[in-house]
């Protein structure tokens, strides 16, 4: 059985990732990004920046169906972020 991808593939050159990086024109390898999300992120994390970035729900839908404050919805994408970039910046470079 194929495996389910965690994001489509045109959702791994969106505007959030391509503004941090240092080139504008650079693109992140879905395939890496997916591993990236799977492997580095903790399952709340992966939840909730799937429901934020790719379900197209907002932090407060987040939170009340999770049962938890915004803030800690907020911080926890905020820190999934951060892990991501952190991984990829030493990959995506030429």
Known sequence: MPRKSLIPPEAADFDVWRRTLSRESEKIDPRLLNKVIAERL???QR?????YFFDGLKIS???KNRGVARS???????RAKKRI??????????
């Open 42 to 44: 903790t399952a709340p």
């Open 85 to 94: 970039l952190d991984a990829l910046k030493y990959c995506v470079r030429c």
């Open 47 to 51: 939840d909730y920046l799937t429901m």
């Open 72 to 78: 800690t919805v907020s911080r926890t994408i905020k």
């Open 61 to 63: 839908e987040i939170a």
